[in-house]
C-alpha cells in the first residue's frame, strides 16, 4: 500500500481554469506539507498542516488554497491558474508537531501540472 | 528562518569511483535532523541518509556516508563505489522543530555517473 498518495500524477490544463491535487497518507502522521518543484528543481515549502490545522503558510498567492478535512487528507486547490504556476506538487506527511523525532518526510509521487 | 546551500549544481563521478557532495546550513538551533533526499529521473524522492546534531558520530548507510561538522555547519555526503543507479538530483535537507516541524531544502546537486 502506498504510504503517501497524490492524484492525479498529470494534470494539463489551460490558463484560468481552476483545479484540484488531492493528497491522502495511510501513516497516522499528525502533519501534512505541500511542496513545490519549480523547473530548477528547487523544493519550497507551500503549506503544512497538523491535525488539520495551518501552521506554515508561505508567500503562496491567495490563489492557493489547502483544504484539510481530517488529518489522513489535505488536498491543494489552485483558482485562476497562471503559466508560473507550471511545476511539480509533492504531497509530504512526518510524524507530528514537537516531536523529537529523526523521522524522515514521507513523500508523494508528485503531479506534474502544465499550465498551457 | 533556516537556510541550506549546496554550492555543487552539477558533479560527476566514474563508475566505481567516489564522489563527495557538500551542504552546509545557517541556524541558531542546538537541536535538529539533517537528512539527504536523492531523486532519480522518476520524480520520486528518496531518503539516502540521516544524522541526529547531537550525535557526534557520522551516519553511514552501505556506501553513502556523511561527514557531520556541527561547528562549522557543514553536512557533506560521500558516495563511495559509486553505480550507475546513483544518478539523480540530491537534496540536502534540514528538519527544525522550532518553526512547526518544516523541513528545509537545499538547492540540490545533480549527479552524473559517467560509465
Known amino acids: 500500500d502506498t504510504a503517501v498518495s497524490q492524484t492525479p500524477k498529470y494534470l494539463v490544463t489551460q490558463m484560468g481554469n481552476d483545479k484540484s491535487i488531492k493528497c491522502e497518507q495511510n501513516l497516522g502522521h499528525d502533519t501534512m506539507y505541500w511542496y513545490k518543484q519549480d523547473s530548477k528543481k528547487f523544493l519550497k515549502i507551500m503549506f503544512s498542516?497538523?491535525?488539520?490545522?495551518?501552521?506554515i503558510n508561505e508567500t503562496v498567492p491567495n490563489r492557493f488554497s489547502p483544504k484539510s478535512p481530517d488529518k489522513a487528507h489535505l488536498n491543494l486547490h489552485i483558482n485562476s491558474l497562471e503559466l508560473g504556476d507550471s511545476a511539480v506538487y509533492f504531497c509530504?506527511?512526518?510524524?507530528?508537531?514537537?516531536?523529537?523525532?529523526?523521522?524522515?518526510?514521507?513523500f508523494g509521487s508528485g503531479t506534474q501540472l502544465s499550465v498551457l | 528562518a533556516q537556510t541550506v546551500t549546496q554550492s555543487q549544481p552539477e558533479m560527476s563521478v566514474q563508475e566505481a569511483e567516489t564522489v563527495t557532495l557538500s551542504c552546509t546550513y545557517d541556524?541558531?538551533?542546538?537541536?535538529?535532523?539533517l537528512f539527504w533526499y536523492k531523486q532519480p529521473p522518476s520524480r520520486q524522492m528518496i531518503l539516502v541518509i540521516r544524522q541526529e546534531a547531537y550525535k557526534q558520530q557520522n551516519a553511514t548507510e552501505n556506501r553513502f556516508s556523511v561527514n557531520f561538522q556541527k561547528a562549522a555547519k557543514s553536512f557533506s555526503l560521500k558516495i563511495s563505489d559509486s553505480q550507475l543507479g546513483d544518478a539523480a538530483m540530491y537534496f540536502c535537507?534540514?528538519?527544525?522543530?522550532?518553526?512547526?516541524?518544516?523541513?528545509?531544502f537545499g538547492t540540490g546537486t545533480s549527479l552524473t555517473v559517467i560509465p
Open positions: 509530504a506527511s512526518s510524524p507530528g508537531q514537537g516531536m523529537i523525532s529523526n523521522e524522515k518526510l514521507f
Open positions: 541556524t541558531s538551533e542546538s537541536d535538529y535532523y
Open positions: 498542516y497538523n491535525n488539520k490545522e495551518l501552521i
Open positions: 535537507a534540514y528538519r527544525s522543530f522550532s518553526t512547526g516541524n518544516q523541513f528545509y
